[in-house]
């Protein structure tokens, strides 16, 4: 505590040494001017400094300025992001239903298409046994006429086939 008083004693001892030169005028030679500019130059270095301070107070209003425009242009950006991100997850889920609208026609198509083809194929099968079936009632026929056929039965036959195309033309 007792250096702190020193040290304040000090200071004061210098201004007052100071401040009596300034008023004398000693200083002012000892800078290299007379008391006369002194004063002048003093009061020029106080408005310039006046205006230093006047112009950095400005820019710290208009570095606030721009700081809240700033906040603001981010805050709406975070807005603008979270549209953007609705708006993508709905154009997916659109896209989604559109997909699987799609794959519904293109399965019903493939069912259709494959309901016409077995339709096609049991025409085939029922046609081809159909056929078959009656190659082998035909051959089964052959076989009972040539066993159980007689002359006669045949010479009767031939007589009917005769009078039968008689009667056609």
């Given at each position: 505590m007792g250096s702190d008083l020193i040290k304040l004693f000090n200071f004061a001892v210098l201004v007052a040494i100071i401040y009596y030169l300034v008023k004398k005028g000693i200083l002012a030679r000892l800078l290299g001017m007379d008391a006369f500019h002194l004063g002048p130059y003093l009061k020029k270095r106080e408005e310039a400094i006046k205006t230093a301070l006047a112009d950095a107070e400005n820019a710290k209003r208009e570095g606030e300025k721009k700081y809240q425009e700033y906040e603001e242009r981010l805050r709406k950006l975070d807005q603008e992001i979270q549209q953007l991100r609705q708006t993508l997850i709905e154009e997916g889920e659109r896209e989604k239903e559109?997909?699987?609208?799609e794959a519904r026609q293109i399965g019903e198509k493939i069912?259709?298409?494959?309901?016409?083809t077995a339709q096609q194929e049991l025409k085939t099968a029922k046609?081809?046994?159909?056929?078959?079936?009656?190659?082998?009632?035909?051959?089964?026929?052959e076989e009972l006429l040539k066993k159980h056929?007689?002359?006669?039965?045949?010479?009767?036959?031939?007589?009917?086939?005769?009078?039968?195309?008689?009667?056609?033309?």
């Open positions: 559109r997909i699987i609208s069912k259709e298409q494959a309901r016409l046609r081809r046994v159909q056929d078959e079936t009656a190659a082998a009632t035909i051959k089964l026929a056929l007689t002359t006669k039965d045949h010479e009767h036959l031939v007589d009917d086939y005769i009078q039968h195309i008689k009667r056609m033309q």
